[in-house]
């Protein structure tokens, strides 16, 4: 065995959960928390997994909730960040929600608590000394300059990203084929890589009136040096440059016949591409976004073809950092380029409080059977846990939008899992129909979820 514990190079959700992990598995570790030596533009304080936005997890519904079946997997391995949630939590309906001070003194009481776990405040500047052969790098959206800059040298300018272009992502189920038809542009590719949704004169006219009026979120004041790159504005800046620019940017109608009118020329299309492997998301194309989700679903469902659509994600940009996980890291989170340093949390590409500590129990796994000489044996993709890690490791479909990577940050969502065939008849024998096969099939998704995590969290524990 390694003598050199194991070292975590960040104290949020993410490196607290993995650090929990590794000590109960029996494996020494040393956190590394540079705040209060060196602040950042977010935290207030110096405690661990300190919540710098929203006090709220998310769904605590595991039976029909991709979020709650995730609380109920880590829950079922033991995590510390849900323990402490729970322990915290405070009225809010469906929702776990939790007392933000409470919850960060109970998971910092924890840590310094275990006799295998050590606290060393202070900045890791740059990459970890090479004698250190078993990392996990958990510094979440705002990791320091000297690091990332470390990371670029290691692994190519094209690792890293320093914020978020995200267009929303919906399930194909959703989209209505009666209007809707697949092709790409003067069929290249397969000849059908896309999904398009046509609009006419008068319809283009209300969606830019609409996107123009809508309501938008402002930069955090430790945002606001997000650049826009003219490739990654927001469609909101476009429609604001002139009416017709959108439809001779990404929503330009050439190349493309409607099978279902094709006498008549779309004034513009609305395009989606496939978005995983799975084929069960699609992300609007450039449509990176800074309106309020509210306005965003009710002015995307105006877009023909979508006026049932069901978001995976709802778009945004966002000051993040984050690696191209997809291409530089392998499927138990190490860096390819460097295999003692292993990644978690929102660094990782996911997004959210519950992802980035379920990226970490993972994290924390792999890297205490590393230390213990033992094979990591990833969770089943069925589970919410292994759908994840599937996506963030590899269950994206790489490619390049406007010059650019096209891996962004995702959540938890049922389109990452498998799927399942969608039931017909209730438990009654009543025959089921539009929204009420898809939560029946949900419900399957979940149940299959929490039975195969089971055996799982029992692996090296």
């Known amino acids: 065995m390694s003598k050199e514990p194991i070292h975590i190079i960040g104290g949020g959700l993410a490196g607290s959960e993995a650090a929990w992990q590794c000590a109960s598995m029996g494996v020494p570790v040393i956190i590394h928390e540079m ?27 595991h039976n029909n909730n991709a979020v709650g079946v995730l609380h109920e997997e880590m829950r079922c391995c033991g995590s510390l960040i849900l323990r402490c949630a729970d322990a915290h939590k405070v009225p809010a309906g469906g929702a776990l929600a939790v007392d933000r001070v409470g919850f960060s003194d109970a998971v910092t009481a924890a ?11 202070g900045e890791i500047a740059g ?53 809707a038809w697949f092709q790409s542009r003067y069929d290249k590719g397969d000849g059908a890589d896309y999904i ?8 283009y006219d209300a969606f830019i009136d609409a996107l123009i009026s809508g309501d938008k979120t402002e930069f955090k004041d430790w945002e606001k040096d997000t650049p826009y790159f003219d490739g990654c504005l927001p469609i909101e800046v476009m429609a604001e440059r002139g009416r017709e620019t959108l439809r001779h940017g990404p929503m330009k ?36 976004t800074k309106l309020k989700y509210g306005a965003q679903e009710a002015i995307f469902r105006t877009i023909p073809g979508l006026e049932n659509a069901e978001f995976a994600r709802l778009g945004g940009i966002h000051r993040n950092t984050f690696l191209n996980a997809p291409k530089v890291l392998d499927a ?22 519950v992802e980035s500590a379920a990226c970490g129990l993972m994290a924390g796994r792999f890297a205490a059977c590393d230390y213990r000489q033992v094979k990591a044996v990833p969770p089943p993709q069925t589970t919410a846990l292994g759908a994840l890690l599937a996506h963030i490791t590899g269950g994206h479909i790489e490619g390049k939008v406007e010059g650019k990577r096209s891996f962004q ?32 099939r949900r419900t399957l998704i979940c149940q299959r979820a929490l039975a195969d995590i089971a055996d799982w969290a029992k692996i090296n524990a």
């Open 409 to 440: 940050p995702m959540n938890i969502n049922f389109g990452l899992f498998p799927p399942m065939e969608t039931p017909t008849r209730d438990a009654d024998g009543n025959r089921l129909r539009g929204k009420h096969k898809t939560r029946a």
């Open 35 to 61: 705040r209060p030596e060196r602040g950042t533009e977010a935290h207030l304080t110096d405690g661990l997994a300190e919540l710098v936005c929203s006090n709220s997890f998310r769904s605590d519904d």
């Open 127 to 179: 990459l970890p000394p090479a004698d250190w052969d078993n990392v996990i790098i958990a510094t979440g959206p705002l990791t320091s300059p000297a690091l990332s800059a470390a990371i670029l040298e290691l692994t190519g300018e094209d690792a890293l990203a320093f914020f978020d272009a995200i267009a929303p992502i919906i399930y194909r189920e959703s989209i209505n084929f009666d209007v």
């Open 253 to 288: 109608p050439v190349g493309l016949t409607n099978p279902h009118d094709p006498a008549n020329k779309p004034r513009a299309i609305v395009q989606l591409r496939q978005d995983n492997a799975l084929a069960t998301l699609y992300n609007m194309v450039g449509f990176q």
């Open 111 to 121: 840590l310094h608590s275990h006799p295998k776990i050590s606290v060393a405040r």
């Open 196 to 203: 398009n949704c046509p609009m006419n004169e008068a319809q």
């Open 332 to 353: 138990s989170l190490r860096l390819n380029a460097r295999p003692a340093l292993r990644f978690a949390g929102q660094v990782t590409g996911v997004e959210g409080y």
